[in-house]
């Protein structure tokens, strides 16, 4: 079974550039999150999509950030513009029921804005 | 504000120590507690889920603890090899499904 998979691995942008990016959960989770650690800091939760819906955004730092899960199925994470503080990486996980359940994390997306 | 703490920050060992590592969190209701190993630019592997019922769980020579009352869990790892060098999460859930995080435990485990 194929695990989270996110895309790009790295990107690297100026500021002020928009930068997506992806994540495709395991197959049949209905939960998906985004997390993100910048430099020095703990992991921290941005939102949590039940099917296509945000069940919770509260993490999202501010309205330059845009997420979309259409479908259900796939995720896009949307910063428009990007400023130097975006920069770390960004992570997305899925877990198929919610509180009882472990969360399974892809490999990240390491992004740094210039 | 739930808040999780690890300790220590970083450790150094020979091939063979047995290993503890501890994470402390500030509000005891919570659902459950995963412990994550993170690769050097890797993503996060998940190594045990303990949920709050329970009181430890252990898959090879790895065996986590959980302490509601005190707002504690251990992870403990046996006969540590080289292999085990990471870096290690824990992170507890509570009612919104996300999972907050405490800064890691950096281990290296040299031959």
């Known amino acids: 079974e194929a695990g989270v998979t996110q895309f790009p691995s790295h990107s690297v942008i100026e500021k002020g550039q928009t930068v997506t990016l992806r994540c495709d959960p395991i197959?049949?989770?209905?939960?998906l999150y985004w997390y993100r650690r910048v430099m020095g800091k703990e992991i921290k939760f941005l939102l949590h999509?039940?099917?296509?819906?945000?069940?919770?955004e509260s993490g999202m730092p501010n309205n330059r950030f845009l997420a979309e899960r259409t479908g259900g199925t796939y995720s896009t994470l949307k910063v428009q513009p990007a400023e130097l503080e975006d920069s770390g990486v960004y992570f997305c996980?899925?877990?198929?029921?919610?509180?009882?359940?472990?969360?399974?994390f892809g490999p990240g997306t390491r992004l740094l804005v210039l | 504000k739930q808040e999780v703490t690890q300790i220590p920050a970083a450790l150094s060992v020979p091939e063979g120590e047995n290993l503890v590592l501890n994470c402390s969190f500030t509000?005891?209701?919570?659902?459950?507690l995963q412990w994550f190993r993170q690769d050097p630019g890797k993503g996060l592997t998940s190594l045990l889920l303990?949920?709050?019922?329970?009181r430890e769980q252990t898959s090879g020579r790895l065996n986590a603890s959980l302490d509601k009352s005190s707002g504690r869990s251990t992870l403990y790892i046996a006969a540590s090899q080289p292999g085990d060098s990471a870096t290690y999460l824990c992170a507890v859930r509570r009612g919104t499904d996300k999972l907050i995080f405490g800064t890691g435990t950096r281990l290296q485990v040299f031959p």
């Open positions: 197959s049949g989770h209905d939960n």
């Open positions: 996980a899925s877990s198929q029921n919610r509180a009882q359940e472990a969360q399974y």
């Open positions: 999509f039940v099917k296509e819906s945000k069940q919770d």
């Open positions: 509000d005891s209701a919570i659902y459950n």
């Open positions: 303990i949920q709050s019922s329970q």
